[in-house]
Structures are given as structure tokens and as C-alpha cells.
């Protein structure tokens, strides 16, 4: 992979690392159970794209 290109996955990264803290707060601030399990899926989603695409770069 070039620099160029790696530096575009550590961007990908980095945002999804983001997102899935920002489903996470607003999981444990929800009241609404359906809701709270919505964005907990969100979360878990977003993580398992985060371990694949990390998995990848680094075999």
C-alpha cells in the first residue's frame, strides 16, 4: 500500500471509532429501550466494519 492509501484507511478508522463512541453515548443516554437497542446495534456494527478493515491492513 502506498502512504497515501494508508493514510486514507487510518482516516477510515479514526471516524469509525468516533461514530461508534457516539453511538455508545447516546445508547447509554437513552430512555427508550428500542431506541437504546438501535443505537447499540449501531455500535456493534460499526465495530465489527472497524475489526474488519483493521484486520485487514494489518495481515
Avoid: H, W
Avoid at 471509532?17 to 427508550?32: G, P
Wanted: charged share 25%; proline share 2%; glycine share 2%.
Amino acid at each position: 500500500m502506498t502512504p497515501k492509501e494508508l493514510l486514507y484507511i487510518e482516516d477510515a478508522l479514526s471516524r469509525g471509532e468516533f461514530i461508534r463512541t457516539q453511538c455508545d453515548d447516546c445508547a447509554n443516554t437513552l430512555q427508550d429501550t428500542s431506541l437504546k437497542n438501535f443505537a447499540m446495534q449501531l455500535s456493534q456494527r460499526n465495530k465489527e466494519i472497524f475489526d474488519k478493515l483493521y484486520n485487514t491492513v494489518t495481515q
